[in-house]
């Protein structure tokens, strides 16, 4: 199984980036995707996620109407759209699978399979 992100930059505050995740080697549509990152010195953190049965997203509340989650089953890709962007977004960005039925982002352990992550930075 391997997830590769991508898609992320330097960008200035204000600005949009659209992460991708592509995934292979597991049934894309049988798991839900999370988006998680982490700054220096701060704990990796749940970001959005996208469940497999229904669709239904979630993102945390620092997120919330600048940043949308979506997948394409057909093409075993995630996204995440990230629009006005700012400084205390800068991370690096990593994106998860996980087969469980989850009720909201949840914490890392719950996702089994990990991309490598793709750093994003925002300037002032």
């Known amino acids: 199984v391997q997830l590769q992100a991508s898609g992320g930059g330097l960008v200035q505050a204000g600005g949009s980036l659209r992460l991708s995740c592509v995934a292979s080697g597991l049934s894309f549509d049988e798991y839900a995707i999370g988006w998680f990152r982490q700054a220096p010195g701060k704990e990796r953190e749940g970001v959005s996620c996208?469940?497999?049965?229904?669709?239904?997203?979630y993102h945390v509340d620092s997120v919330k109407g600048r940043f949308t989650i979506s997948r394409a089953n057909a093409e075993n890709t995630a996204y995440l759209e990230m629009d006005n962007l700012s400084p205390e977004d800068t991370a690096v960005y990593y994106c998860?699978?996980?087969?469980?039925?989850?009720?909201?982002?949840?914490?890392?352990?719950?996702?089994?399979?990990w991309g490598r992550g793709t750093q994003v930075t925002v300037s002032s």
């Open positions: 998860a699978a996980s087969s469980v039925v989850l009720s909201g982002i949840r914490s890392p352990d719950h996702y089994r399979y």
């Open positions: 996208i469940r497999s049965d229904d669709g239904n997203t």
